[in-house]
């Protein structure tokens, strides 16, 4: 800074002091800047590392295996999955938990496992079949179906063996499938016996929906969500919820898949809110 010879020491003393204090600020703001430019330059980074993390995506073919119950929803939440991992390939194959889960037993490739009951995948786990643990992913009831206009004016469970006992014959699920399962325990609840002869069972629960619509069974037990999928073909009839049970669906990755990166991303996404809207739509209770 310049100054006359002649200026007053006092003067000088000041302007030496403003120039020394000026000096102090402009270089405070300086290591302020970079300061500021270091933390956004982390910030900026640290964003990106978590974006390109949520960008990547898997590749390669993933098997199912998925209770029968699930296939329109399991159809489009599969789909949706390829959609949004180009490159993924997802097949299903539909049928009987109880069959489904023996079929992997014995060696069946399987990448991810999808039953209508908890037993079924603990069989699965006791014989540590299982890549870390199961995880229930939605819930379902049951129902009556009968034939359009319920021509038989059945009101509920025990209008089931009245029909029987006149010449009807009522559709239940297989004994090794869940909806059987269930089917006997909500029979054996409300105290209400169907003779033997008069019921055919079903192979899954889409069997026994069948033997309705086929018209060669008057009236099922179901569940809820195959009887919204059937609409007009068939009438519904509510199971009271003290007579109900509660069908809990777990999902699994199976150990000896041959993708593990894929078929955890497919239980993570059936278990994620997208898919979870498509079962809810079907009319599958939440987890």
Do not use: H, W
Not at 208 to 222: H, Q, R
């Amino acid at each position: 800074m310049s100054f006359r010879p002649d200026q007053p020491l006092t003067t000088r003393r000041v302007g030496s002091r403003a120039a020394f204090a000026l000096l102090g600020v402009l270089l405070s703001f300086g290591l302020v800047s970079a300061a500021c430019s270091s933390n956004d330059s982390d910030t900026s980074a640290t964003t990106s590392t978590s974006t390109t993390a949520a960008a990547q995506k898997v590749t390669g073919d993933v098997t199912v295996s998925a209770a029968a119950s699930l296939k329109e929803t399991f159809t489009k939440i599969g789909k949706d999955f390829e959609a949004a991992n180009p490159g993924s390939k997802i097949t299903i194959n539909f049928g009987s938990s109880g069959d489904l889960a023996t079929q992997i037993q014995s060696g069946a490739p399987v990448d991810v496992a999808a039953f209508a009951a908890e037993s079924n995948m603990t069989t699965l786990a006791d014989a540590s079949l299982l890549d870390g643990k199961s995880e229930v992913f939605a819930t379902n009831s049951l129902v009556i179906v009968t034939k359009p206009g319920n021509p038989k004016k059945i009101k509920g469970l025990s209008d089931l063996a009245t029909v029987a006992e006149s010449g009807g014959t009522i559709s239940l699920c297989a004994t090794t499938a869940p909806c059987g399962k269930y089917a006997d325990q909500i029979l054996q609840t409300a105290k209400v016996t169907i003779p033997a002869d008069k019921v055919t069972r079903g192979q899954d629960v889409r069997a026994t929906l069948s033997a309705v619509t086929d018209g060669d069974a008057d009236a099922a037990i179901v569940y809820v969500t195959d009887a919204q999928a059937a609409g007009d073909s068939v009438d519904s009839v509510e199971i009271p919820t003290e007579q109900n049970a509660v069908a809990k669906y777990p999902i699994a990755v199976i150990k000896a898949t041959t993708n593990a990166s894929a078929s955890t991303a497919f239980m993570s996404y059936v278990l994620g809110p997208e898919a979870q809207k498509v079962l809810s739509d079907a009319g599958f209770g939440a987890p």
